[in-house]
């Protein structure tokens, strides 16, 4: 089977990331006898230097006619100075729109070797973590009516938070999916003691569990799964949740994971079709230094190995193959310990495909 990938590799050390990344889905395709084909295109501040434009058509109609996407980082200085509309990273916003991006993953991985860099008590989270937040990334109060008014007492404003059936619909079968993808359990997060809008959300989000008996559904207060992620993470698996309270959970639960280098994002259309993506930025102060931790990007090519391509065996030797190396005391510089030995971006996916190799 040949799966078509669009690669972006951006600006900073997005180009270093992804270069790492392809080798690895190469063993991967090697391995197991799949072909994968890539087609590097142009976004970001790259794009706006080659094409006058950070998200050219021709990138759009790529990344449309591939099954999915791989993206470095864009932005960085050189950019910095044109006005908001004109910047690098409005490619991100116009991929979203243009690929139909709707759902947005972000998982929160403690990988037991790195449980050093974790702000929480050992024992919340021995044997490492492994949560996966869902987020509605097209609708809710970031895009709903909006408005600054006079009244009475002076100026006043609002934001809608608006859902409809079909959107809480998409994104609770996408959450299940996944859920079936992994342990089979799954928590809805709303604030539904109080908003019409998340009344209707668990509402949809039950008539979808009755598709899916195996999964063990619960529900949650946006106020008690924050509490609860940091008091007892490990009693969640995947979690589905608005825009907003996603895009606050998301980061929460990101953080006990120590660094920025290590975790990996998606975000999916209808029909498995994802964009995958590291969490972090250009980093343009290490850049093209060999310094960058590729695993965030390699981890995300192991999400589009298991969301997009079904390919689940092969996502997970992917992740131990980047667990082994860790096991076995390499660090690159993000998540060393005084002391320690560091390795550069390039020794850090040699290491990753030898791992690959042994296994
Ligand atoms: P950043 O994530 O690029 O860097 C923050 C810090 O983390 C830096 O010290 C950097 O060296 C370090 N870091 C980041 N990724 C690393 C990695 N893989 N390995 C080792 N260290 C790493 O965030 P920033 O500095 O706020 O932004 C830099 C540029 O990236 C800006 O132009 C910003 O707009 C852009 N940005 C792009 C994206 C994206 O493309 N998705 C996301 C965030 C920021």
């Not at 093209?288 to 589009?304: F, H, R, V, Y």
């Amino acid at each position: 089977m040949d799966y078509r990938i669009a690669l972006i590799p951006g600006d900073g050390i997005g180009p270093e990331v992804i270069a790492e990344t392809v080798k690895v889905l190469e063993k991967v395709g090697e391995k197991h006898g799949h072909s994968f084909s890539f087609t590097e295109v142009l976004a970001g501040g790259c794009a706006i230097d080659n094409k006058g434009e950070c998200l050219p058509q021709e990138t759009i109609d790529i990344c449309r006619d591939s099954d999915a996407v791989l993206l470095g980082a864009v932005g960085g200085p050189k950019w910095d100075h044109l006005p908001g509309k004109e910047r690098p990273e409005m490619a991100l916003l116009g991929l979203r729109g243009a690929l139909g991006l709707f759902a947005n993953l972000r998982p929160a991985m403690l990988f037991e070797e790195l449980a050093d860099a974790c702000p929480l008590k050992p024992e919340l989270v021995s044997g490492g973590l492994d949560i996966v937040v869902v987020r509605e990334l097209t609708g809710g109060i970031y895009f709903g009516k909006k408005e600054i008014i006079e009244t009475e007492d002076g100026v006043a404003a609002y934001d809608v938070e608006q859902y409809s059936e079909m959107e809480v619909r998409r994104i609770a079968k996408v959450a299940f999916d996944m859920a079936m993808k992994r342990n089979r359990k799954l928590t809805s997060v709303d604030k539904a003691n109080v908003l019409e809008s998340s009344r209707l959300w668990r509402r949809v989000v039950n008539e979808v569990a009755k598709d899916y008996p195996d999964v063990e559904l619960n529900h949650f207060y946006v106020d008690n799964a924050a509490m609860q992620l940091v008091r007892e993470p490990k009693q969640f698996d995947v979690i589905v949740t608005s825009n907003i309270f996603g895009d606050i959970l998301s980061d929460e639960a990101s953080q006990v994971t120590g660094s920025i280098g290590m975790l990996p994002s998606a975000s999916l259309a209808t029909g498995n079709f994802g964009m995958y993506e590291p969490v972090h930025g250009s980093a343009p102060d290490i850049a093209g230094q060999d310094k960058a931790n590729p695993m965030a990007t390699i981890l995300s090519a192991a999400m589009m190995l298991r969301y997009t391509f079904g390919l689940l065996d092969e996502a997970d030797e992917v992740e131990e193959a980047v667990r082994k190396v860790l096991a076995e005391g390499y660090r690159t510089a993000d998540i060393a310990k005084e002391g320690e030995d560091i390795i550069g971006t390039r020794q850090c996916g040699r290491l990753i495909v030898d791992a690959l190799d042994q296994m």
